[in-house]
Nanobody
Framework: QVQLVESGGGLVQAGGSLRLSCAAS????????MGWFRQAPGKEREFVAA????????SYANSVKGRFTISRDNAKNIMYLQMYSLKPEDTAVYYC????????????????WGQGTQVTVSS
């Protein structure tokens, strides 16, 4: 069992930066692949970024590639999403997720979810 808590969201102007954190409880954090997803009002939850349990493999949505960086610190049970050059279309609730999925990009592959943190980018 893993419990996830996101933090770091907020209001930022276009072109700005934010760093999201996902703190995990439980001693098995390091065995799970981890991902970030987001959901804007009226839209489905979509994949943003993910990385494997070791951090050796990462995956990004085309819309954030080159602007966002995902990382994890297994010793601290924390995952990060560093976001640069933010755009108004990045506005959404951001969720972190954990699971043993082999497909890092699908919602259904993750068993554990946080409660989400709001990111709002003003133009």
């Amino acid at each position: 069992q893993v419990q996830l808590v996101e933090s770091g969201g907020g209001l930022v102007q276009a072109g700005g930066s934010l760093r999201l954190s996902c703190a995990a409880s439980g001693r098995t954090f390091s065995v799970y692949n981890m991902g970030w997803f987001r959901q804007a009002p009226g839209k489905e939850r979509e994949f943003v970024a993910a990385l494997t349990w070791s951090g050796a493999t990462t995956s990004y949505a085309n819309s954030v590639k080159g602007r966002f960086t995902i990382s994890r610190d297994n010793a601290k049970n924390i995952m990060y999403l560093q976001m640069y050059s933010l755009k108004p279309e990045d506005t959404a609730v951001y969720y972190c997720a954990a699971g043993a999925t082999v497909d890092l990009t699908t919602v259904s592959g993750y068993a554990y979810w946080g409660q989400g943190t709001q990111v709002t980018v003003s133009s």
